[in-house]
């Protein structure tokens, strides 16, 4: 008997050959070290990180590495089951405690990541008779997450605003309220920071429209936490508005917070209640390693006694944007560490960012299907950890393109 062809080995191969062959292709740089505002490339050597989310530069930080290991020595390295059967431990219950007291809200419910914790948002807590509404840039797990929501609670509507746009968000919102059951409820959600282009969420309006409607306002402030307001709380404290004022907050450990891995739901406690009865990544996947879980409990504590962090991030931020704009580059204005540079075609974004890297400076450019089609970018990303000479190296280099 002759073994059938299988078709997916040749669209793979041909998939590949044209992403070689229009220079879209991504290879992986190998680290060989820690995270910091240098590392070290296996292909390049020392370079300068400006394409990491390490805002605070607590990644590498002696007290969030040793809390790690201190971790790992008490409890082991596996976690060996679900939250809910034998995988939940002190650390946990520990880190959920400090997440709720820093984001200032009742109650905190960890996952393995952020896409994690928002696939199990929706899906769990809408119900057939309600309505969702969302950015049309909102981060791709919000976007897979409403996919899931409509497609197991049949009866779900979404509905897509433009970015940022409060008049059409207000319309939308509208119809979503005329469309929903008996006992259906509106969810708004949005990202914090849209982390395409570093641009802010209005959430004080948004606020306002959700009281309105009685609309839940839920908030992904994965590039947002650690890095805005006086103290680092996120978006919602950069707009002056306490955190109980936002219903509910989806977020990484991934990024300011430590820059292990890891995720979060956070606010209202019936709201995290009713995810852990019946969220199926609560329900079907491992609990968040201990050693990740007591790492970024340190980390967050570390920002809380530390907020001069925030303030370094942000003088940083406003002397890069500067140095870049100066430098003939145009920069969508905001206070995140977010400062993309918009050169329209992917292959151009990854041959520039390419020469970057020759340059001693790591900077990624990112093209279609991450951004759409047309709008490809270098994300720069600026941190904590980055002294002023560094920051004059990346306009040095931004300079030689
Ligand atoms: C806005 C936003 N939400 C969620 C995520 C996913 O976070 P995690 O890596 O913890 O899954 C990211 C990461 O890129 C993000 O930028």
């Known amino acids: 008997m002759t073994t059938p062809a299988m078709p997916f080995e040749a669209r793979a191969d041909a998939l590949l050959a044209e992403l070689a062959k229009s220079g879209q292709l991504k290879s992986l740089q190998m680290i060989e070290g820690p995270m910091g505002p240098r590392v070290h490339l296996r292909e390049y050597g020392d370079v300068l990180c400006f394409c990491s989310n390490n805002y605070l530069g607590l990644a590498n930080h002696p007290d969030v590495v040793e809390a790690g290991i201190a971790g790992l020595r008490e409890f082991g390295a596996g976690t060996a089951s679900v939250r809910f059967i034998c995988g939940t431990f002190t650390p946990h219950e520990m880190l959920e405690a400090t997440l709720a007291e820093f984001l200032g809200v009742e109650a905190a419910y960890t996952f393995v990541s952020c896409w994690n914790a928002t696939e199990a948002a929706l899906p769990t807590l809408a119900e057939p008779t309600d309505a969702i509404v969302s950015d049309e840039l909102n981060h791709a797990c919000i976007i897979d997450s409403m996919r899931l929501a409509t497609s197991i609670k049949k009866g779900v509507k979404k509905f897509i605003y433009k970015n940022n746009d409060l008049a059409n968000m207000e319309s939308k919102l509208r119809e979503a309220a005329g469309s929903i059951g008996a006992d259906g409820q509106v969810w708004v959600i949005t990202d914090g920071v849209f982390s395409m ?109 530390e907020p001069e962090r925030v303030d370094k991030l942000r003088e940083n931020v406003k002397y890069a944007r500067e140095g870049v704009t100066k430098a003939g580059f145009e920069v969508i204005d905001s206070p995140t560490a977010i400062c993309p540079i918009i050169v329209g075609d992917t292959a151009k974004a990854i041959s520039m960012s390419k020469r970057l890297l020759e340059l001693g400076v790591y900077v990624i450019g990112f093209g279609y299907p991450v951004v759409p089609e047309g709008t490809a970018r270098l994300r720069v990303q600026i941190s904590a950890a980055h002294e002023r000479a560094h920051l004059d190296e990346l306009v040095d280099a931004l300079k030689k393109l």
């Not at 996120?234 to 219903?247: L, P, Q, R």
């Open 197 to 305: 282009e570093g641009s802010l969420a209005d959430l004080p309006a948004m606020r306002k429209l959700c009281d309105q409607h009685g609309a839940m306002l839920v908030v992904d402030d994965s590039h947002g936490t650690g890095v805005l307001g006086k103290t680092g709380r996120g978006t919602h404290e950069h707009h002056n508005m306490a955190g109980a004022e936002i219903d509910l907050f989806t977020g990484t450990l991934g990024k300011a917070l430590g820059g292990g891995a890891g995720g979060y739901i956070a606010g209202r406690r019936n709201a995290i209640e009713v995810i852990i009865q019946r969220a199926r990544p609560t329900l079907f996947s491992n609990a968040l390693p201990v050693t990740v879980a007591c790492s970024a409990n340190k980390a967050v504590r570390i920002l809380m006694e």
